[in-house]
């Protein structure tokens, strides 16, 4: 594989230069940028990345892990690691060398961090024998399917590449987990009975399924509006994942109609979680209304590795960071203001509890995802506004 040079680098949009970075699921490793599958949804699009069908290195593999283990966020054997989830996909033909070597020296250090690497591409035999002899790494594969067909959006879907990943993986795992990560989901798209079906089909294989809705913007709408294909969310953007009420119950209900024993999660880190036997890392047990799909067995781990900390311990884990920010500590969570996305994540990581902003409203049943399509009531804005004067209070009676 080439390495970027110097004019398509200056070209690049600055955050891809970045090659660690913090999400919600774990610190993220993205030292390749480019892939050829072409999804019409891709987020590439938001970064203006979409026409590099070819995967280019932004530096060597051994350069970039020493920038990830030595990363201020990163914590041996607790931080949740993603690797080649933003810009590429880990198992195309010339990236998968890159995902292999990774996670060889990763493992080789002795980490035994959870990490997530997200796929739809050609997984054989030998990737799993490879995957295979990995010590020390809790590995889980998220196999993305959507059971779209229409080619215009999943280009992919023809080769039928994906499903046989899937076979692949189950028949030669034995300590690698398998997640069906269930995405995205479009209304109007692959919410019928026969992309329900399809999807159900390779879920049996599975340890677990993800299901989840897609990001709607300005970028990816334009290039949908391109290729001439519609989407009922038409020009309603949001900076969270679109899935309707409305969707979601139809998802559930077909889920419980099929009747499948592969247990089906809201979010990314509780269907890891629940395949690897551990607590949830992003602790959503205190959002707890999510936990209501999640088996007995997996609540109790939760339940019993979830402790609220006191003030005086996130004070002093602030201070430990040098973190500026007042906060609040709730039930299941606390609320914070200026810390970014990055360093919440960074905390959440470390206390398995939600770390919130308080500029950015959490409601009821809406599970984070964007307002569209959810119930939105005065009630619970008027809540909302009272939080934001408690929060502003909590601070002065704590200088007092
Ligand atoms: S109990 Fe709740 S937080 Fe824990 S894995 Fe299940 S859904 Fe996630």
New binding site residues.
């Given amino acids: 594989m080439n390495f970027i040079n110097q004019t398509q680098r200056n070209s690049l949009n600055p955050l891809l230069l970045n090659i660690v970075s913090y999400r919600k699921s774990g610190l993220s490793l993205n030292h390749i940028v480019g892939c050829s599958l072409n999804c019409a949804y891709c987020v590439r699009h938001f970064f203006d990345n979409f026409e590099m069908k070819e995967p280019h290195m932004l530096c060597t593999d051994e350069e970039a892990v020493n920038q990830l283990v030595n990363h201020k966020f990163f914590i041996s054997n607790i931080t949740p690691i993603q690797i080649f989830n933003r810009a590429t996909d880990p198992f195309l033909r010339n990236v998968k060398i890159h995902t292999h070597e990774i996670l060889r020296m990763l493992d080789e250090l002795g980490l035994k961090n959870t990490v997530l690497v997200i796929t739809r591409a050609k997984v054989t035999k030998t990737d799993m024998e490879q995957l295979e002899k990995l010590k020390n790494l809790n590995l889980s594969l998220l196999v993305t399917y959507s059971g779209i067909i229409d080619q215009r959006i999943e280009p992919i879907a023809k080769s039928r590449i994906t499903e046989k990943s899937i076979v692949n993986i189950a028949t030669y795992k034995k300590k690698t987990k398998l997640i069906l990560y269930w995405r995205p989901i479009v209304a109007g798209w692959n919410d019928d009975n026969a992309s329900f079906a399809r999807v159900f089909n390779v879920a049996q294989y599975a340890d677990s399924i993800v299901y989840t809705g897609y990001y709607h913007r300005p970028e990816n709408y334009a290039y949908l509006q391109k290729i001439g294909l519609e989407i009922q969310y038409n020009d309603e953007f949001a900076r969270r994942k679109f899935l309707p009420k409305e969707l979601e119950n139809k998802i559930l209900a077909a889920y419980n109609e099929s009747k499948l024993k592969v247990p089906l999660?809201r979010?990314t880190s509780?269907g890891v979680?629940?395949a690897q036997k551990l607590p949830?890392y992003n602790g959503?047990?205190g959002v707890n209304e999510?936990?209501n799909i999640?088996p007995l067995e997996?609540?109790k781990i939760?339940w019993k590795h979830y402790k609220m900390p006191t003030k005086n311990e996130f004070q002093k884990l602030l201070d430990r960071y040098n973190y500026n920010s007042k906060f609040l500590i709730e039930g299941g969570h606390i609320w914070t203001e200026n810390l970014g996305e990055e360093r919440r994540y960074h905390l959440q990581h470390i206390l398995g509890y939600q770390i919130w902003d308080i500029e950015k409203p959490h409601f009821r049943n809406q599970h984070g995802r964007s307002p569209f399509g959810q119930l939105q009531n005065e009630e619970q804005k008027s809540e909302y506004e009272k939080l934001k004067i408690k929060f502003n209070n909590e601070v002065i009676n704590d200088d007092d």
Avoid: A, E
Wanted: overall charge neutral; hydrophobic content about 35%; aromatic content about 22%.
């Fill in positions: 999660f979010k509780c979680v629940f949830d959503h047990w999510i936990c999640c997996q609540q939760c």
